[in-house]
């Protein structure tokens, strides 16, 4: 989905949901960013354009800014036109973006645990 988060598309970023809920009704998200020439990104997970249909530049998951929200919350984000639904991502490419969760240098140790703690849900 499309959340406002500064630059970009009408100032909104993909991100892709990569938990189920867990016990406490909250999911994993993490955001997709372009690769832009002479900067740093994280290379933990790279996508090529055409990966996904909003992907049409080389990008990567930007996992220093990983979320866990509440169902709730994106349930009423959603409703209330703030987040933009968009088509899911293919099972390929949610499992390499939970790998690099793992993989990435800038996952903060919260995002870790839940993960780990719910990778099986």
């Keep these: 989905m499309l959340i406002p ?3 970009g598309e009408d100032g909104k970023h993909l991100y892709a949901i ?12 993490v955001t997709v960013t372009s690769i832009k020439e002479g900067r740093f990104f994280d290379p933990a997970c790279r996508i090529e354009p055409g990966e996904h249909e909003f992907i049409t ?5 930007e996992y220093r800014m990983s979320r866990i929200l509440r169902c709730e ?3 009423k ?4 036109w703030y987040f933009t639904p968009k088509p899911a991502v293919s099972d390929d490419l949610i499992n390499r973006m939970r790998q690099g969760v793992v993989d990435s240098n800038f996952t903060a140790k919260l995002v870790l645990k839940y993960l780990e703690d719910n990778k099986d849900r």
């Design 77 to 80: 984000c959603v409703d209330g």
């Design 57 to 61: 530049k080389p990008s990567y998951v």
């Design 5 to 7: 988060s500064g630059p």
């Design 18 to 29: 990569l938990t189920n809920p867990c016990q406490n009704a909250s999911c994993l998200l």
């Design 73 to 75: 919350q994106i349930t």
